[in-house]
């Protein structure tokens, strides 16, 4: 089994953080996590949980307990499975496919679900260097998911960035947005929980770029459900490519949600 120190390296170099970085975000120096890596000293057992939480893992996983045996998706379709947010059961979806599983978002109701799904919203932004200037929410989940995403990126990396969302309805202003306002030019990550066809994302963006001459830096989903569009059709993420030039991002998808039941992972 890997001491603690590889462990702690292993899984810096996953999230793509220097020794300095990880040493800033737990408020001690950097010469203290080198040794930690190198064996030459261990982190207070205090220490433990500020190390979890950073890293998205649980205390046995950073003992080594299972680290090997999981991938982050897994951790993360775990995670929602316990918490009642993947359910299993026939569903009938917009697209006319059916399905033996469906996702609830709701069900992402406390601040520890939400701190976590943020995380991983953030990691994704980091491990994929998207360069972009605000973080837009669609109405109505994804607000939730944006600011948690937005709110990471500030306390685990320390990225200041614009965030705004949209409105389904005008307010008695008539504005369509909360938040930043959107200026000409401006590269836009936009956040949402599900997406299938993409048709839902589609018509929200052109509701935003009328707003302004915004462009679409990446699209970031929780589940990406290309495997139920009907043979033939294009899938969300190649509609948005087409249109938009812009990668379709998901922290899991169908596929990954399959191989987990496929593996009794959950």
């Not at 046995?60 to 379709?77: A, C, H, P, Q, S």
């Not at 026939?90 to 601040?111: H, M, P, Q, R």
């Not at 994704?124 to 109405?139: H, P, Q, S, T, Y």
């Not at 000409?184 to 048709?199: A, K, L, N, Q, Y």
Request: glycine share 6%; charged share 25%.
């Amino acid at each position: 089994m890997n001491t603690i120190g590889q462990i702690i390296r292993q899984l810096r170099k996953a999230k793509g953080v220097t020794q300095e970085e990880l040493a800033g975000a737990l408020n001690v120096t950097y010469q203290a996590v080198s040794k930690w890596e190198n064996g030459a000293a261990q982190p207070d057992i205090m220490m433990m949980p500020v190390l979890a939480a950073y890293f998205g893992v649980t205390i046995d996983e950073l003992f080594g307990y299972k680290l090997d045996v999981m991938t982050n998706k897994e951790r993360l379709i775990c995670h929602m499975e316990r918490n009642r947010i993947l359910v299993r059961g026939e569903v009938d979806l917009k697209c006319g496919a059916k399905t033996d599983y469906y996702i609830n978002t709701e069900n992402f109701s406390t601040n520890a679900q939400l701190s976590r799904i943020g995380e991983v919203f953030a990691d994704c932004i980091r491990e994929n260097r998207l360069e972009f200037d605000v973080l837009v929410g669609l109405a109505y989940h994804g607000i939730a998911f944006a600011v948690a995403a937005a709110t990471a990126l500030h306390t685990k990396y320390g990225k200041i960035c614009s965030y705004c969302y949209d409105r389904r309805v005008a307010d008695s202003r008539r504005r369509m947005l909360c938040g930043h306002t959107l200026q000409d030019g401006e590269r836009v990550v936009i956040v949402d929980d599900v997406m299938t066809s993409g048709s839902s994302v589609e018509q929200r963006v052109e509701q935003l770029r009328r707003q302004a001459d915004i462009r679409v830096a990446a699209v970031i989903v929780i589940v990406n459900r290309r495997n139920q569009m009907p043979a033939g059709a294009a899938s969300g993420e190649e509609r948005i490519m087409e249109k938009y030039g812009a990668k379709v991002y998901s922290l899991i998808t169908d596929e990954d949600i399959e191989a987990a039941l496929r593996n009794r992972i959950i």
